[in-house]
């Protein structure tokens, strides 16, 4: 069983979570906060974090490259969800692989560990990894957790400069035979087991 929420920009589809944590009282709801995708910014000061903090989540940063392997695995055991933050999707995708956590990751996920992401966060969980030249071209392959791939921030107001860069990164995929589907910052894909929805607020 999965059931993931991946967005494009979280903090503004944050009205969705109640609904897809359904009954559940989010004050008592512990979350493992993965940050590094962005190890240059400080996690408390990311806009993820201060949205699950207002939406009332107990936090507990989770720095896969500070941590050792059964630290994180006592982590997740302890956090009823985990969260991706956003960033740089391949050094993030890398630095779980190098530590073991995307096997950890993976099986969570597996056996029913909610899992929610921003951006980077939600590339990670698709088939392969392909960013446009805002963060330098760069490819690799993601865990797997869903048939496609997840390109963020499509037709945003800050997209003007990069939009014909993402084009050209859509035309690519095609003669690579990759599926991708694009995610404006006020959508979210929902995915429970083999259901697939996206929602706006």
């Known amino acids: 069983m999965k059931k993931l929420f991946l967005a494009s920009q979280f903090s503004q589809v944050t009205n969705l979570v109640g609904k897809f944590f359904s009954k559940l009282d ?8 993965i940050p590094n995708a962005d190890p240059n910014k400080e996690p408390k000061q990311r806009s993820s974090y201060k949205a699950l903090e207002s939406l ?9 490259e500070k941590l050792n392997i059964d630290e994180i695995k006592d982590l997740f055991g302890e956090c009823q969800a985990i969260f991706g933050a956003g ?3 391949v050094y993030l995708v890398n630095k779980l692989r190098e530590t073991g956590v995307d096997k950890l990751l993976t099986q969570e996920i597996q056996n029913g560990k909610l ?5 980077a966060g939600s590339m990670i969980m698709g088939e392969k990894i392909k960013t446009s030249e805002y ?7 993601g865990l797997g957790l869903l048939n496609f791939s997840i ?5 945003g107001k800050n997209d003007e400069d990069y939009r014909d860069k993402k084009v050209q990164l859509v035309l690519e995929t095609y ?10 910052d006020e959508q979210v894909i929902v995915v429970e087991n083999e259901k697939m929805e996206i929602w706006v607020p």
């Open 26 to 33: 989010l004050s008592k709801v512990q979350v493992a906060y």
């Open 56 to 64: 009332g989540f107990k936090i507990v940063i989770t720095d896969i």
């Open 87 to 89: 960033g740089d999707p």
């Open 115 to 119: 899992y929610l992401g921003s951006s």
């Open 135 to 141: 963060l330098g071209k760069k490819t690799g392959i």
């Open 151 to 155: 390109l963020p921030h499509w037709g």
């Open 175 to 184: 003669d690579e035979k990759m599926s991708i589907m694009t995610l404006t």
